[in-house]
């Protein structure tokens, strides 16, 4: 059973203002959501990222479970956060582009042996 490293436990996204509110995207499963603000965005992506695991992780096509969790977004999407994590590097006083990285919540039942 392979382990998971505390290090493969996070996952990176970017944020940006699209019109009146935000937008945050996961690059490495390939979830969006859109808030009104930045601690609703972190939170609205923490519900998709957990949703989405359990979802996964409960499947019944356990050999399947390695691709999910490798769902990379688009090249263009990557690309936009690292160009967002250069401007931001850049211009740290920009608040209208901004990167996070966080931990998995992982608080579920099961354990993956990817």
């Known amino acids: 059973m ?3 490293a505390p290090t ?3 996952l990176r996204c970017y944020g940006y203002r699209s019109g009146k509110h935000l937008v945050g995207h996961c690059i490495d499963l390939d979830i969006a959501v859109q808030a009104e603000n ?5 939170h609205k992506m923490e519900q998709a990222v957990s949703s989405y695991l359990e979802t996964v992780l409960d499947t019944e096509d356990q ?3 390695p691709a999910l969790l490798k769902r990379q977004a688009p090249l263009v ?3 936009k956060y690292h ?3 250069g401007l931001v590097a850049l211009r740290s006083h920009n608040r209208k582009i901004f990167t ?3 931990a998995l919540p992982f608080h579920m039942g ?3 042996s990817c």
Do not use: H, Y
Request: with cysteine.
């Open 8 to 10: 493969q436990l996070v």
């Open 38 to 42: 930045v601690a609703e965005l972190k």
């Open 100 to 102: 996070f990285n966080e």
């Open 2 to 4: 392979a382990q998971i």
């Open 83 to 85: 160009a967002i994590c």
């Open 63 to 65: 050999s399947s479970i």
């Open 77 to 79: 999407d990557r690309l």
């Open 110 to 112: 099961r354990s993956c």
